[in-house]
């Protein structure tokens, strides 16, 4: 059985684990390198940027009448094909740079005693199944897995939180506004939601400008409070550490239950399975908007998911690709294309394509 | 031949063609007002004290019939025989049905219909207290392979005219009749239409038992949206929310549908305690589901990938079994687990008699052997054990729980708790995908209900709440008829 249509409630919620598992991964070098506690600010500054940058996008679908973004734009004739084009690459791209960063993880930390491209492999298969399965069963299975991260990361940030020292709180702009402007891009990079907003939206159904905005304000609660966390926990140890929220996961002890590292990586992966799954469902729209295939080719799932976890090993196995991959500049780039220029396009190409005619008002 | 002759000697014929080397097959013949006429009924399945005194008694002591034919059947039908389940037939296919089916057929000569008569005289057990749903303070009767005494045991207990039993049928060669329990007005019409179109798929010679028909009503998944009860209180309680249950012949268990998830975890005796009590015992049982499912795998994926992450007294202690024996973990856990379903299975299968002794020789002497004798280690049996317990505190998912075991233990061992964690999502994503006749399996949790949660998932509320509100199956969030 295939579904095709969640609730605005399942949509935000999956996207928003999504997410999480782009910010329990944060790396502090890509961070900027410098006090973690500025890089909240820049957290809640680049979220700011992101609603605003989404504007293009929300008149895009609203004035594209229930269509979705790549819908529109092909309707303006064959440059519209960009648009659907440049998601399924951005999807892609940000899936596999997503794995990726994850096998470097599994292989510079973690060190496990069998392949961690097998572990990615696993994932990704898991989250083809529910790709196959359809957006419904990722949506509710996006529920289920936030249950999962609010159990699972209360217990073991909660526990960390014995640790915390307001000692370890620099004043905010204390070495200026360089860690700051550093990290906004990283902040900016790690999420493929514009993507998935443009290519998905119009299946969803509830209030989904209310969803947008609470996705908004609990992500950057989230990550605001993640950061000042870490930091409180670890002081300047935080930013000398790759994997910052990873260590203060495996300090956490009470008694006899300690190393919850462990514990911790599975909450990553369950985010990632997520965020894997929806790009992997959105890429398959784009498929299917660029005429390749009458319904929504399931073979493309295969393909799309193939490249992902190609992407990944490739990634983890060349620092000269991560510069590329996982680098928050030009990720953050990419975001905004998916965010502003596509969305921008497919309006225009829209209207063209509509041969100018007014526009029809949404009726959902 | 498609309908009864005129001539009782062309029926004769063909009737004995049918039955021919059927010893069961009796036929009386005699002669009525001057016309011949015959009774046919099968051996075994008729009470032939009742065909005697109600059927042969009446027509030979009969005076004054009218000649031949119609006139005679009618006045037969009318004045001498006075049969409760009495009926025309005429069509040789329903003829053969109903003698199999334990009725008394009556052809008379010159008329091309006869009179059949329900005089069933076969035994039947009688409601014993279920063996696979022990209640500690529920009733102690149980359903029995008769469905038609099925069907009185529900109607008893709801004493409504929309209370219905809709008749169908399967099985190319057994006929096997079966009723749609449901009450009007509260089932929804779509989701009975939709077990007709699948009963209609159903194209086996046989239905021996309710298994070869749950195959043709659930659709995939590792979890069933089928379920079984062999109590009429359960049936009871399910149709009162809508669903439809399905009695069929020959088997001592109702089908339930739709059947959730959540429905694995719950039994009449949570709604004849206290509800915090009721609660509890709810999440004891989802507690034991976890760790049947997931502790043989945590087990090896931890001692062998992990072991920090165990507490340093545990460890070594576990480490210290483990010198003494010559098998890695997996090996040891998955010989162990094996072990425990031959048991299991021979336990089930041998004579009752032998039970006992498979038991004992099993449990104590081949379990306490191997570990004194350092072939497996004593918490890699404790594990075992512990699994297979939690297991049995929800029987209805025995069957999915023993395979799962099974693949989590090989992913643990392969991929440690990554493995784990994986192959927990997946099912979670199976259990999300599924659905029972338009209804999620996982409904009222995901799609999230907060007033359905915590009326009969999360707790069990009181009767107060539980009262209120009439909670239809079809009505549950993310089904078909209301949407997400």
């Not at chain 1, 782009?22 to 506690?37: E, F, K, V």
């Not at chain 1, 740079?97 to 990615?120: E, N």
């Not at chain 2, 010893?23 to 006429?37: H, I, K, N, Q, V």
């Not at chain 2, 992913?411 to 192959?423: D, P, R």
């Amino acid at each position: 059985m295939e579904r095709t249509n969640i609730s605005t409630g399942q949509f935000f919620t999956a996207l928003f684990v999504s997410r999480i598992s782009a910010a329990i991964s944060l790396n502090a070098q890509y961070a900027g390198g410098g006090d973690l506690l500025d890089s909240a600010a820049s957290c809640l500054l680049a979220l700011a940027a992101s609603g605003l940058m989404a504007l293009p996008l929300w008149l895009a679908l609203r004035l594209g009448g229930g269509k979705s973004l790549p819908q529109l734009a092909v309707e303006g004739g064959w440059l519209g094909r960009l648009v659907p084009a440049y998601y399924l690459f951005f999807l892609v791209f940000s899936g596999g740079s997503a794995l990726g960063m994850f096998q470097v993880f599994l292989g510079d930390t973690m060190d496990p005693d069998f392949s961690s491209g097998l572990v990615s492999a696993a994932l990704l298969g898991v989250a083809l199944y529910g790709a196959l399965r359809g957006l419904e069963t990722v949506g509710r299975c996006g529920a289920c897995v936030f249950a999962a991260l609010v159990l699972g990361g209360g217990l073991v940030f909660g526990m960390a939180a014995v640790r915390f020292d307001p000692d370890n709180l620099e004043p905010l702009f204390y070495h200026g506004l360089g860690q700051t402007a550093r990290s906004f891009p990283l902040f900016l990079a790690r999420t493929s939601i514009f993507a998935e907003m443009a290519v998905l939206l119009p299946q969803v159904k509830g209030r989904r400008a209310l969803g947008f905005g609470g996705w908004l304000a609990g992500t950057g609660l989230f990550l605001s409070g993640l950061l000042v966390l870490v930091v409180g926990c670890l002081g300047r140890y935080a930013s000398t550490q790759n994997f910052p929220v990873y260590v203060l996961a495996s300090l956490s002890q009470v008694r006899s239950l300690r190393r919850l590292d462990a514990l911790f990586t599975g909450l990553w992966m369950m985010g990632l399975i997520i965020q894997l799954a929806m790009g992997l469902y959105a890429c398959r729209v784009c498929f299917r908007t660029l005429g390749l295939g009458k319904k929504e080719p399931r073979w493309s799932l295969w393909l799309a998911a193939g490249a992902m976890l190609g992407l990944g090993l490739l990634t983890a196995g060349s620092t000269g690709l991560q510069g590329l991959t996982l680098n928050p500049n030009s990720l953050a780039w990419w975001a905004a294309g998916a965010g502003t220029l596509a969305p921008l396009l497919a309006l225009v190409l829209g209207l063209r394509g509509k041969g100018k005619k007014p526009p029809q008002k949404e009726k959902r | 031949m498609e309908k009864l002759s005129a001539q009782l000697d062309e029926n004769k014929r063909y009737l004995q063609g049918q039955f021919e080397n059927a010893m069961d097959f009796m036929m009386r013949e005699m002669e009525l007002a001057g016309t011949e006429a015959a009774l046919f009924a099968l051996d075994g399945l008729v009470s032939k004290q009742t065909v005697t005194l109600s059927i042969l008694n009446p027509l030979m002591e009969a005076g004054d019939l009218p000649g031949q034919g119609e006139a005679l059947l009618q006045a037969i039908e009318r004045r001498v025989l006075g049969s409760v389940e009495q009926k025309r037939e005429s069509r040789m296919d329903q003829l053969l049905l109903l003698l199999m089916s334990g009725f008394a057929v009556l052809c008379l000569d010159g008329c091309g219909e006869a009179l059949v008569f329900g005089v069933q005289g076969f035994d039947t057990r009688g409601p014993d207290e279920p063996q696979n749903e022990v209640m500690q303070r529920g009733a102690k009767d149980g359903f029995t392979e008769s469905y038609q005494n099925n069907i009185s045991m529900i109607r008893r207990r709801m004493k409504t005219t929309a209370l219905k039993f809709e008749k169908a049928q399967v099985g190319g060669q057994s006929h096997t009749p079966l009723a749609l329990c449901y009450l009007e007005g509260v089932a929804s019409p779509r989701i009975l239409e939709q077990i007709r179109q699948r009963l209609k798929t159903y194209d086996l010679d046989t239905a021996l038992g309710a298994g070869y028909l749950t195959g043709f009503l659930e659709r995939g998944g590792v979890f069933s949206g089928v379920g079984v009860t062999e109590r009429p209180d359960v049936v009871c309680g399910k149709i009162e929310e809508g669903r439809v249950a399905i009695l069929m012949e020959g088997t001592p268990t109702a089908i339930l549908v739709p059947f959730l998830f959540v429905e694995n975890f719950q039994t009449l005796d949570d709604y004849l305690t206290r509800p915090f009590y009721g609660t509890f015992i709810r999440w004891l049982k989802y507690v034991a589901f976890f760790l049947s499912v997931l502790l043989p795998g945590l087990y090896v994926a931890i001692a062998t990938h992990h072991p920090e992450m165990l507490p340093e007294a545990l460890l070594l202690k576990i480490a210290e079994s483990e010198a003494q024996t010559p098998f890695p973990v997996m090996a040891e856990t998955l010989i162990l687990y094996f072990l425990y379903e031959v048991l299991r299975e021979a336990g089930l299968r041998a004579p009752r008699s032998l039970s006992a002794t498979v038991s004992i020789v099993g449990g104590l002497v081949v379990g306490d052997t191997a570990v004194s004798a350092g072939l497996v280690s004593a918490p890699s049996l404790m594990v075992v054990a512990l699994t297979a317990i939690a297991g049995y505190a929800v029987p209805r998912l025995y069957e999915p729980l023993a395979l799962l075991r099974l693949a989590f233990l090989l992913a643990g061992n392969f991929l440690g708790v990554w493995g784990v964690t994986a192959g927990l999502v997946l099912l979670v994503m199976d259990l999300c995908g599924t659905d029972s006749f338009g209804v999620p399996l996982l409904s009222a949790a995901s799609p999230f209900s907060r007033r359905l949660a915590f009326r009969d998932v999360f707790v069990r509320a009181g009767w107060q709440r539980l009262a209120h509100g009439g909670v239809r199956v079809q009505r549950m969030p993310g089904s078909q008829e209301i949407g997400e």
